[in-house]
């Protein structure tokens, strides 16, 4: 049957259509940061496990392993998320009820106007604004400091590095999609020319692996994390991508001699010593002796976790059959 157009109906129908996708957004809002949450308590949960299940994997499978492994929570989330608009495929797992007249298999019911659902949707939009606010707070201070070390530093013709006017000896990679390697004059002084050179091809290494990119998506995956857990993932990810880099440019340059020499240098010139204590001091000279150990064996060791492999897959796969109905109980159960 067709109908013909009319301002009136237009009039109406558009607010409505407008309201009905609004409660659809934040509905499914809700839902996701429910989601979120719970994955990331349980991948926190099971962490201390993860972290003992490959201990012989190389650097390089271990830091994709960590990095997969915090990001799991907002991947399951969003297939979680999914799968609740798709009750036909979650229904048989869900405790028979009825809604009504409604008792077959359906999509969770929110009570929004509830105090318990109004209370979720606003906490839920707080994060979400909370959260943007802070990415894009962080974003324009990566672009100022980026600037600036482009003001203060130079670059000439078949350079990949820029030279920056410091009498600290420092080299970092900086950016998130256009990274750009900064070596200070302070290092280039303080180095032997191969040392130098053996800098330059680890944090190439970070550049070509992307690991500023990666390192952003981890912070914000991780952000419903318990502080210490969190701690715990970070200072993992960081010593096994400081690793792999190392790996990275002891290959190219065939010896891990001159890096296990620069980094012994550049860490007896910068002692470390936290305000809270020793602990950081420790930590980071453990990491340091551990990056020197691997360098003087560089025989691979394992490439391939299956344990770590495994437990990433089955943690992630019964979250994706098990959550989506917590959350449908969970959310029917707090709002209706």
Known sequence: MSRRWCPALWTISIPRAMTDLLIYLLENLVAAVILVALASLLAALFYPLFRRASPAVGAEGRALLIWLYGLSPALVATVSVLLLQLPAVTGGLIPGHCHGSTCGAHTPQFGLASPAGTSLMLLSLTLVAVGLGLIQRNQQRARRRLYAMQLLSKSEPGRFWRLVDSDEAG?????????????????????????????????????????????????????????????MLWQDLQLATEQ?????????????????????????????TPPAGETGHHTQSAAIAQRVRQLQFLAPPTAFATESWLMISALGAGQIIALPVVAHIAIEWLTL
Not at 178 to 193: D, E, H, K, S
Not at 255 to 260: R, S, W
Request: proline share 4%.
């Open 171 to 231: 080299a970092w990679c900086a950016g998130y999609l256009r990274p750009q390697i900064f070596v200070t004059r302070g290092l280039m002084a303080a180095l032997a020319p191969e040392q130098v050179q053996a800098v330059l091809l680890h944090e190439w290494a970070h550049l070509q692996r992307r690991d500023n990119l990666r390192t952003l998506l981890l912070q914000w995956a991780s952000a419903l994390w318990p502080a210490s857990v969190k701690r």
């Open 244 to 272: 792999a880099c190392d790996l990275a440019a002891a290959r190219q340059a065939g010896t891990g001699a001159q890096l296990i020499a620069a980094v012994e240098r550049l860490a007896a010139s910068r002692p470390c």
